[in-house]
């Protein structure tokens, strides 16, 4: 059964979805960009969130979430700021293109799950699930059909130079 996942057949389940994907992520950090964003509301909802509303209520924040997004990201609200859009988008364009695919789609579980953690489900728990879905079982065939088909290869000869030939790279693998 997942021998129908690896190759060219099952290359173009990835295509679907790493489309689909990527489209979620570029059309939301399009729209940051060019309408302006400001991660703070959010964050100080999130941090509200993680104090209990009454007592004996859970929070819907981990508090140790809340902590961090108090101590250290709203304090750099500038950096997440700039983060946030561009990493959305540039996200959506790598999945459309096809290009650091396994790479892209890690990038954007990440992304997911932080905003989950915040307390705002909306489609992250979908994207998240997906995103697993094409680096589980689509792993090296999610880029199959795109750029990676040609960048890898070359990346592979590009590290090899680098660390000795082949003959490094194998002994180092073993």
């Known amino acids: 059964m997942t021998e129908f996942f690896k190759g060219a057949k099952g290359s173009w389940i990835w295509l679907v979805i790493r489309l689909y994907v990527g489209y979620q992520w570029i059309n939301a950090g399009f729209h940051k960009l060019t309408d302006g964003f400001d991660a703070s509301g959010f964050m100080k909802g999130a941090i509200a969130k993680s104090v209990p509303a009454s007592p004996g209520a859970k929070p819907a924040v981990q508090a140790w979430w809340g902590s961090f997004l108090e101590s250290f990201?709203?304090?750099?609200?500038?950096?997440?700021?700039?983060?946030?859009?561009?990493?959305?988008?540039?996200?959506?364009?790598?999945?459309?293109?096809?290009?650091?695919?396994?790479?892209?789609?890690?990038?954007?579980?990440?992304?997911?799950?932080?905003?989950?953690?915040?307390?705002?489900?909306?489609?992250?728990?979908?994207?998240?699930?997906?995103?697993?879905?094409?680096?589980?079982?689509?792993?090296?065939?999610?880029?199959?059909?795109?750029?990676?088909?040609?960048?890898?290869?070359?990346?592979?000869?590009?590290?090899?130079?680098?660390?000795?030939?082949?003959?490094?790279?194998?002994?180092?693998?073993?």
């Open 73 to 174: 990201a709203l304090p750099n609200i500038e950096l997440f700021n700039f983060l946030v859009p561009w990493g959305e988008f540039l996200v959506g364009l790598a999945l459309i293109l096809g290009f650091a695919s396994i790479f892209a789609a890690v990038m954007g579980m990440t992304m997911n799950m932080a905003f989950l953690l915040s307390g705002t489900v909306s489609t992250n728990a979908n994207l998240l699930a997906l995103q697993f879905i094409l680096v589980a079982l689509g792993g090296a065939y999610l880029g199959y059909i795109g750029v990676d088909y040609w960048f890898r290869p070359a990346y592979r000869k590009f590290v090899a130079k680098l660390t000795g030939g082949e003959g490094a790279t194998a002994k180092a693998a073993a």
